[in-house]
């Protein structure tokens, strides 16, 4: 859904919708800055760079080309040294959001809470019965005989 808000880069007023959260100037100098940092990494010398050497030879900040590679704008399969931080201990990663080692412990921290009985199971085994009110159309309820 479309709503007014502020750019969080320039403070301007702007139609924030699910796809653009930053305002039409904004936007244009992240795809100028985007166009950079792609003619950088395309020229064959390039390709071994690591995400810091992107940094500083382009100009772009970290979390810039971060954001481009988590949109997949940049694909990582062409660039075998640039990763982006595991969420949780922040290891340089190449897929996903968390690294193996993160994500096994917290499999490991889960399975236990998923192998235990629900707190909220029902006893089929129990003698209680269960009454329902029966409401008219104005919500009064029946009269009685």
Not at 26 to 38: A, R
Not at 95 to 115: S, V, W
Request: proline residues 6%.
């Amino acid at each position: 859904m479309n709503q007014l808000a502020n750019c969080p880069k320039c403070n301007a007023l702007f139609v924030k919708n699910e796809w653009q959260s930053i305002c039409h100037a904004c936007l244009k100098e992240e795809e100028k800055q985007f166009d950079v940092v792609y003619d950088f990494l395309r020229k064959q010398k390039n390709r071994q760079t690591t995400l810091l050497q992107v940094s500083e030879e382009t100009g772009v900040r970290e979390e810039l080309i971060l954001k481009f590679i988590r949109q997949k704008r940049i694909q990582l399969s062409k660039f075998p040294n640039l990763g982006y931080p595991c969420e949780r201990c922040k290891t340089i990663i190449r897929e996903q959001r968390f690294c193996a080692k993160c994500r096994e412990e917290m499999t490991n921290q889960l399975d236990p809470l998923n192998q235990s009985e629900p707190a909220n199971t029902i006893d089929k085994s129990s003698s209680k019965e269960t009454y329902y009110a029966i409401r008219t159309k104005n919500n009064q309820p029946p009269k009685l005989p």
